[in-house]
């Protein structure tokens, strides 16, 4: 929350600076100042621990690199990172659970199906946006041309890819997992297809075989069911009315003490994110053979990711609030910088509520429902990655996309980026199944593999980004929505009891009883004075 006299941003109000002068001028001891190097530095100290972090992670990686660290050395080095890690994955599951149960508890079900519509719509706007930049672009710099000569063994990577999966095999795991057969089970494991090869109708010289889906259980968390039952749930108890409330004031309690939780895990994230960074760029094998081959790759992808988070985002921002998108986007340095140490938007979640509500000064109950949302299915990042690399794919096999073929990356991506898990490198198994969708070989995979930690970082980034906008924009139109009822309602009390007498007559009570006079009652003071 805001301090006394400044505004959400942390500027000092024009009242404030009034109040600080005359209490100055007059008689007292003086008064203390409003602004300083102190108080400033105590306010923004993590936000430049945690930049300091980055940087200093990058220069302990560029300086371990020439030390011959052995593997279990190297491990060693990334340990203060891989904590930091467990803690803020430990504070997922109860921080998206408890905020989404407690946001759709507070909201009326009006409220809730059009802020939920608006946010359907936003999600899906700026999705598809990023698509189509990420197309266009890639038509542009055409990062696989001329690197046809490319291969997986010269730049030592892994043969291993993930195993090819029908498109619509992929969207029915994605329908699947919104139902979870065991919420127990869908805190940590995800329903997957996969195939079971058998052979039929053996006979001299003909063999068939068929491929069978089977369902089967992966590991990670399956946040999509987990997130449509919460909203249920949520839904559920607003409706049993005062029965529900004790269930809808535990799961508040437990919201804000994992809030708690997570104020003081950040205080550890500048310490890890060193060692995050740091053991990363010991671990590459050579990068300049890696941005010398995929240099342009590397190049469109990032260019991509600054026009759509620094141009388009913005201007969304912008034209739905008609306020300052980067003054807003400055209290959010501290969750950038986790997500690109992390490159998982599900493990900066719990930065990104705490600073937006703090800095920005979002409702919290727009902030817990919208951002656990958008972390499972608002992925703009991703889908920038995903067509890029889909249409480098081609252009690295010398494959001409039809219009036919770009309208299916850009709808696909844009519906498989739902799907993406918010964990490191979980869009790349998407591409497969764009790939899969206009017919391309999924054989050159382990390229996008290669440099996927470089771009996944920017990725993450945007990604977090247009979760935060998103619920920046709705804050503001709940706000306007909420002061247009009220001046309706004021007018609509002033207007309920009008004033029939004389303009001196200032009680608009004595009015309303007195608004119809009566004989009896006009010659009743007359009688009384006779009497007298």
């Not at 949302?373 to 889908?383: E, Q, W």
Request: with cysteine.
């Amino acid at each position: 929350m805001a301090k006394p006299g400044e505004s959400w941003n942390g500027h000092v109000q024009g009242g404030a600076l009034a109040g600080l002068e005359e209490a100055a001028a007059g008689p007292g001891p003086p008064a203390e100042p409003a602004r300083g190097p102190g108080r400033w530095l105590r306010k923004h100290c993590l936000v430049i621990l945690t930049v300091a972090g980055v940087l200093l992670g990058v220069a302990l990686g560029a300086a371990a690199r020439g030390a011959p660290l052995s593997r279990a050395q190297v491990a060693a080095l990334a340990f203060p990172g891989e904590l930091l890690l467990r803690m803020l994955r430990m504070v997922i599951l109860p921080l998206v659970v408890c905020s989404l149960v407690s946001g759709a508890a507070s909201l009326d079900t009006r409220a809730l199906g059009k802020l939920g519509g608006i946010a359907v719509a936003y999600f899906l706007g700026t999705t598809l946006l990023a698509a189509a930049l990420a197309v266009a672009l890639a038509f542009i710099v055409r990062p696989g041309a001329g690197a046809q000569a490319l291969n997986t063994n010269a730049l030592g990577l892994a043969d291993a890819l993930p195993t090819n999966k029908e498109t619509a095999d992929s969207f029915l795991d994605l329908a699947r997992n919104l139902f979870p057969s065991n919420l127990v089970v869908a805190a940590f494991r995800t329903y997957a297809t996969d195939y079971k090869i058998i052979v039929r109708n053996i006979s001299v010289g003909n063999v068939t075989f068929e491929k069978i889906p089977i369902g089967t259980e992966i590991e990670g968390m399956n946040i999509l069911g987990l997130v449509l039952f919460a909203l249920v749930l949520g839904v559920a108890l607003k409706k049993l009315g005062p029965e529900g409330e004790e269930l809808i004031r535990f799961f508040n309690s437990f919201n804000e003490a994992t809030m708690i939780l997570v104020s003081w895990i950040m205080w550890y994230v500048p310490i890890g994110i060193t060692f995050l960074v740091g053991s990363k760029i010991v671990e590459m094998e050579d990068i300049v053979l890696l941005v010398t081959s995929l240099g342009k790759y590397i190049f469109a992808s990032i260019l991509g990711h600054i026009i759509h988070g620094g141009i388009v985002l913005p201007l969304i921002y912008f034209a739905f609030t008609r306020k300052n998108p980067f003054s807003f986007l400055l209290g959010l340095i501290t969750p950038f910088a986790t997500a690109f140490a992390t490159c998982s938007s599900s493990a900066t979640l719990p930065s990104t509520i705490k600073c937006i509500e703090e800095n920005n000064g979002v409702d919290k109950r727009i902030s817990r429902f919208i951002l656990p949302i958008g972390a499972t299915v608002n992925m703009d990042g991703a889908a920038i990655f995903q067509c890029m690399a889909a249409v480098f794919i081609a252009q690295l096999n010398n494959v001409d996309l039809n219009a036919g073929q770009i309208f299916t990356i850009l709808v696909t991506a844009t519906a498989a980026s739902v799907g993406a898990a918010g964990v490191p490198a979980g869009g790349v198994l998407t591409i497969a199944i764009i790939l899969e969708a206009i017919g391309l070989p999924t054989n050159d995979l382990s390229l996008i593999l290669a440099v996927d930690w470089i771009v996944d970082r920017t990725t993450t980034v945007v990604n977090v980004e247009g979760d935060a906008l998103g619920a920046g924009i709705l804050h503001y139109l709940n706000q306007k929505e909420k002061a247009a009822k009220e001046e309706e309602l004021n007018e609509v009390n002033v207007e309920a009891i009008p004033n029939c007498k004389s303009e001196g007559e200032t009680s608009p009570l004595v009015t309303h009883r007195n608004q119809v006079p009566t004989p009896a009652s006009t010659a009743e003071p007359e009688s009384k004075e006779s009497v007298l």
